[in-house]
Structure formats: structure tokens, C-alpha cells
């Protein structure tokens, strides 16, 4: 469901729910908002266009999660190196061992949980290294 605090003009949203009128009845295509008023909302796919009441507009919609930039970004902190690039986060070990998280398609991508996921697999990793080398 849409954040009634975060809808703006340029926002991509998707019908997601029948209004029953045919003629305005497009589930699953993609819209874009021209413009927010006080009380409508006003749309446009490139040949449709029309204007809806807000409490209309969160009913039958839902927000288009923006594409993940893909500008690789690399951190080293206390030893640590992390590499975020695009909705994957690939953490590196002073040891080095890796540990990789990547977002599924249908996911919002979000930088935290991915280096949490990432560091968690390279540190389990690292602990079964370490595990196997004591048990030989």
C-alpha cells in the first residue's frame, strides 16, 4: 500500500485492483503521477490520463519501487571491505572470506540488512574454516 506522506509527481505506480468501469480498468499496468492537488490525483500512462480522489487512488494502487542504482560503492571499515553494487553486498573478511546477500527482484533494496546478511554468512564461513582446520 501506498504512504499517503510520500506520493509526488513523477512517482510510478500499478493498478491494483478492478474499479468496474471498463473503460478505466487496466490491472497491472504501469501509471505515472503528474500531479498531486489537495484532493486528486492526476495520472498518465503516455495515452491515458485522468485524475482520481486520493482515498480512490490508495485502493486501486500501488508504488513502483525505483530501479537500485548500480554505482559500485566500496567501504573498508575496522578491516572489513564492503562492496555494494547495485542490490547486491558482497562483505570481505580480514581473513578473507567472502560473504554475498543480494536482493530478490520483487524486494526494496535496503543497504543495512544486506551488509548484515552478507557479514553473517563470511563470518560463518570464516568459523567453519576455522572449525575444520582445528578438527584435522
Do not use: H, W
Not at 500501488?62 to 547486491?88: H, L, Q, Y
Amino acid at each position: 500500500m501506498l504512504n499517503i506522506n510520500k506520493i509526488e509527481a513523477g512517482m510510478k505506480v500499478k493498478q491494483i485492483k478492478e474499479v468496474g468501469y471498463e473503460q478505466f480498468d487496466r490491472l497491472g499496468r504501469e501509471f505515472e503521477i503528474k500531479e498531486v492537488k489537495e484532493n486528486v490525483i492526476m495520472c498518465s500512462n503516455g495515452y491515458m490520463g485522468f485524475g482520481i480522489s486520493r482515498d480512490e487512488f490508495f485502493e486501486y494502487f500501488e508504488a513502483i519501487p525505483e530501479p537500485v542504482n548500480n554505482v559500485t560503492m566500496v567501504e573498508i571499515k575496522d578491516g572489513i571491505k564492503t562492496i555494494r553494487n547495485g542490490s547486491a553486498t558482497v562483505v570481505i573478511l580480514p581473513d578473507g572470506t567472502k560473504g554475498v546477500s543480494k536482493c530478490l527482484p520483487t524486494d526494496t533494496y535496503d543497504a543495512q540488512v544486506g551488509y548484515e546478511i552478507a557479514l553473517l554468512k563470511a563470518e560463518l564461513k570464516s568459523k567453519s574454516k576455522k572449525l575444520k582446520n582445528l578438527c584435522k
